[in-house]
């Protein structure tokens, strides 16, 4: 019999000759400087990136972001600079610790989010209707139809009968969940009723709720520096949830992704700690929400499969989702269809907008029958990550974020119609890995990661091999 290498205590550093190559070059790149090198560096980049997107932008939402979140991100690279002048002369300096570090993040996501957000919202309500991109709109009226007619969908002939140029913004190609974000502006048309303001609130809450969870470990005594590393993972997982200008340009002019993102985020928080319960929940909430949530939720299946709680993990995450749709399904079963099935699958009258130019799209628009061969790569993609799971299910949350990131990263680049925006699905699951890794070993004999012969992601299978 194999004997396996013991557990390593929960205070020492995952690093060593076992450990991942990939995964200890993030954390030389992630811990540099006490953090403070990627933070400079994230935060000049992303001044950079919101700059030339208020110069360049062909969509006005995106511009007025852009003119906004530059200065805000250029101020957070100033504080960063100075944290690092700080630390660089003493490195226990309170003002480059990992407190000081979360302030200037919390400063950064209001002045690159939650700032340019609220602009918006109340120069839409002034009569700007070029302050909110579509999906605002769509989620807005979906939540008049919920509150008038009983479902947030209207069926073919009533999209058809709209003109041309409104037939795209008839389509609700969310789950019904998503409606009840645009009840507040069915009942009163104001800037704070605005769907973008009940989508950062929502994500605020769930973010808070998911690190307080990770938070809540047991460490044994003596473990300060593993309660530093945690608490410095954590902050660099509430970063690419927020601050990413891919996730703080989202919320400030469309905002539908991050709630279902949060809610994800808290389902694997909730698996770190052992509470198969509640990562169903919470996984089944963002499934009401968006179909993005449910490769989530079969990962996390077989995760919950490892620890024989297969059963309370399924009722709530694919139960919630089935009691969202019952509704409309009886209001309007063709109403349903034509939102939910066919206009994502290309069927509808019209047909999806998203064009980003990922191989999926380049190919289903550049070759001959281009769509059928991206929907048979798309097909075979998640075949290899289906096989995967069956051969190496994770035993652990961080194993599955890693495989959620992968496996919906390879998804966006093979998809025929998707968005960039989509990838700040991937980027969070992949980063917010060792902020689960390291609350996975707060728990009494739990093992920070997996051990040969349990699931890998795909990029620490192929750096063993």
């Known amino acids: ?3 396996r290498p013991a557990p390593r205590s929960s205070s020492t550093p995952a690093v060593g000759p076992a450990a991942p190559r990939a995964r200890r070059t993030w954390q030389a790149i992630d811990g540099a400087a006490g953090g403070l090198s990627l933070d400079l560096g994230l935060y000049a980049v992303s001044a950079a990136f919101a700059g030339i997107t208020a110069v360049t932008s062909t969509l006005p939402p995106h511009r007025a972001w852009g003119a906004v979140a530059a200065i805000g991100y250029l101020v957070a690279a100033l504080l960063a600079a100075g944290q690092l002048l700080a630390h660089r002369r003493h490195p226990d300096n309170p003002l480059a610790g990992t407190t000081a570090r979360s302030a200037v993040t919390a400063l950064a996501w209001t002045t690159t989010a939650l700032l340019p957000l609220g602009w918006q919202a109340m120069q839409r309500s002034a009569g700007r209707t070029d302050r909110a991109q579509e999906e605002v709109v769509v989620v807005e009226h979906s939540g008049a139809r919920l509150l008038h007619d009983g479902t947030p969908y209207l069926g073919h002939d009533a999209i058809a009968a709209l003109p041309p140029g409104e037939q795209l913004l008839g389509y609700t190609p969310y789950q019904p969940g998503m409606a009840l974000f645009g009840l507040p502006r069915a009942a009163l ?16 809450l769930v973010l808070a709720l998911a690190v307080r969870t990770l938070r809540n470990g047991t460490l044994p005594d003596g473990a300060t520096r593993h309660r530093a590393r945690r608490d410095a993972a954590l902050l660099r997982a509430v970063q690419a949830a927020t601050v990413l200008p891919i996730c703080a340009l989202t919320l400030a002019t469309g905002g539908d992704d991050l709630p279902v993102l949060a809610l994800c985020l808290l389902a694997l928080a909730h698996a770190a700690t052992g509470q198969p319960g509640r990562a169903g929940l919470a996984v089944g909430l963002a499934g009401a929400l968006k179909l993005f949530a449910w490769p989530v939720a079969l990962v996390l299946l077989f995760w919950a499969v490892t620890r024989r709680a ?9 139960g919630l989702p089935a009691a969202a749709l019952l509704p409309a399904l009886l209001v309007d079963r063709d109403a349903l269809v034509e939102n939910v099935l066919r206009f994502p699958l290309g069927q509808g009258l019209v047909t999806s907008p998203a064009a980003s130019p990922f191989p999926g799209h380049l190919i289903a628009t550049g070759l001959p029958a281009g769509r059928a061969v991206a929907a048979g790569l798309l097909v075979a993609a998640g075949l290899a990550i289906a096989v995967h799971l069956l051969r190496r299910p994770p035993r652990t949350a961080a194993t599955g974020a890693l495989v959620c990131g992968y496996g919906l990263l390879a998804a966006i680049a093979l998809m025929p119609a998707t968005r960039f925006g989509y990838l700040l699905y991937p980027l969070a699951f992949l980063i917010w890995a060792p902020a689960l890794r390291l609350a996975e070993s707060d728990r009494p004999g739990s093992a920070e990661s997996d051990r040969p012969g349990s699931a890998d992601s795909p990029a620490e299978a192929a750096d063993r091999a």
């Open 310 to 318: 297969a059963g309370r993990f399924a009722a709530a995450a694919f």
């Open 189 to 204: 048309d104001t800037w704070w009723t605005d769907a973008r303001i009940w989508f950062a609130l929502a994500t605020a």
């Open 1 to 3: 019999m194999t004997s």
